[in-house]
């Protein structure tokens, strides 16, 4: 779990620069401006290259849009696997 | 290579010059990934996309330079073909599509740079399948032609139709690797094939199997005789041949003269033999061609001789060559790739000749390699050494009987001289090896006297390379407990490398005159200083 978590934090460093500075309860689509529809695309394809996953419900994935829900998300995906 | 993994590469390209990735898709998930292999392949780069919806402009107007790629898929040529428009209802006839891919293929054809097309599946357009099915294949076929073809699992539907990207996010990184490759091979093609001879140009161990070397077309010398065809072909398109061995230059020469080659010893603009490190001996040949070494590709059928290469000198192309008859196929597909040229003008085709020429008289260099120890330690090596009886000898007497190049002094022995042994007292040792990349079997005999003088001691030329010479002798030293260790060495005309073991254990120079025959003594610490470090390498076990 802290692993998963671990990895989530830095895959959105990766991604969205901004959030490095950031506590993770609050890294949300509000307060980070680069996150918009097509950084949230390459998110999810990031998400699913580390994790080896494959999602396929795309009204689910429209609706992650702060680092909590995304957590508990690839969660529940792993933990389907 | 996963996500995370790709972007701590990545970092190093993070100042290295772009090039464009022209697609009409949006490819942005990739960008991380193409930086990553960059890297990996030695010549870090950052992608750049051209803004959304202009590939065609940029076909057609745009400036180009022989960096770029484009990554192509259906609807680039027929936009009829895009799934996100549905099928349309107002259909062109095939012959028209046909003309259209033609159009569009003339124009890719008169662009610098090089294509990738994405082989993805397409709506069923016509009422007749068949037409379906040829209007792909022959979208297949000119992509093939263009550059290069990704296959239809990297293309994900969901995701193009969920988001616009093509690519399936979990082949990303299979997907920029090609990208990578293909991007790297039409800047700069291959000009070099420098290969290994024994068990690649032929089956079997010239020194050690002499006339008997196989490579004419029927049975085991079959894909060496496809391996020499296929080199011909390339040496005909302007690519230069070497042939690198651990080998004397007469015995490399005997291989390449014997008359079941294809290739001849004069379709090679050089013959580097000798017992260096093979990084050196193509360092050497690259400067006295003065061609870089991007342009050399190396193949070998020793994972540790192509790890040693790949490790001195990264900028060197490493293959492989096959296990299995069956990979052939992929194997000379990978080495057309690498050598890959549209077309091929007079100074290709004589250019063999006039290397050859100022080529001729190059002396193997002496220099050291890589340090391959950490490589060695990934390869998880055991040696199980045993102590058959008599009864129990046969393998350790044909190993002795048929060994000429890693061998004492080329003493042979059959059952009745070695009960003799027996009888006054002597030990023999065999040992088999086993590692990452399988089996090795028995692959060492030592017979050592009562009085600790090792009479007879072979290897078999598969584990050069892998110090298990060295580790045995140490861990032999230890077993036994003598104070000193004599061995009985006499040189021959074969036994090369086993004086070059001599005069490690010796603490001598490489190309030190070294001791012709006799008993060579070595002291406890004098082999404890030698080849403890080897010992270290293997997990031994005593049976």
Known sequence: MQEMEDKLTSLFHALFPDTRAMRAETISVDSVPQWDSAAHVNLIAAIESEFDLFFDDVEALLELTDFQSVCRYVQHALARQ | MKFLEATALAQQAATAPTFVLASSANLSALEVFVAAHSVLANSPARMVQLPFGTLQQHLRFGAHDTTEVRLLMPWDFLPELDWRTGIGADRASFEDMLSRISALESLLDSCPGTSVYLDCPIPPCHHDQRSNESLRLRLLAAGARLGSVLPSEMFSLDNYCATGSVLSPRLLDAAASEIVRCRTVNAAPGKVLVTDLDNVMWRGVIGEDGANIACAPNGRGYPHFIYQNFLRSLKESGVILAAVSRNDVQLAETGLNHPDMTLKRDDFVAVLASYQPKSSQIESLARHLNLGLESFVFVDDNPVELHEVQSALPQVT???????????????????????????????????????????????????????????????????????????????????????????????????????????????????????????????????????????????????????????????????GYPRFSLRYQRTSKNEPMLQFVRVLLGQQEGAPGPSEGLIVIEQAELSAACDGSLMLFEVAVQ
């Open chain 2, 318 to 480: 490493t293959v492989q060559f096959p296990v299995s008859v069956n990979d052939l196929p992929e194997f000379t597909r990978r080495l057309g790739q690498l050598f890959s040229r549209v077309h091929v003008t007079e100074e290709d085709l004589s250019r063999t000749d006039l290397y050859r020429v100022s080529l001729a008289g190059i002396a193997p260099t002496q220099a050291k390699g890589a340090d391959i120890t950490a490589f060695l330690q990934q390869l998880a090596m055991r040696l199980t050494i045993r102590e058959p009886g008599p009864e129990n000898s046969a393998r350790a007497l044909q190993l002795i009987n048929k060994t000429n190049q890693f061998n004492l002094n080329g003493q042979r022995l059959n059952i009745d001289t070695l009960r003799d042994h027996f009888q006054t007292g002597a030990r023999l040792f065999t040992a088999t090896l086993d590692d990452r990349f399988g089996a090795h079997g028995e692959i060492l005999a030592c017979l050592v006297a009562r009085d600790g003088t090792v009479e007879t001691l072979v290897m078999s030329c598969r584990v050069f390379q892998r110090q298990v010479e060295s580790a045995f002798l140490a861990h032999l030293s230890q077993l036994l």
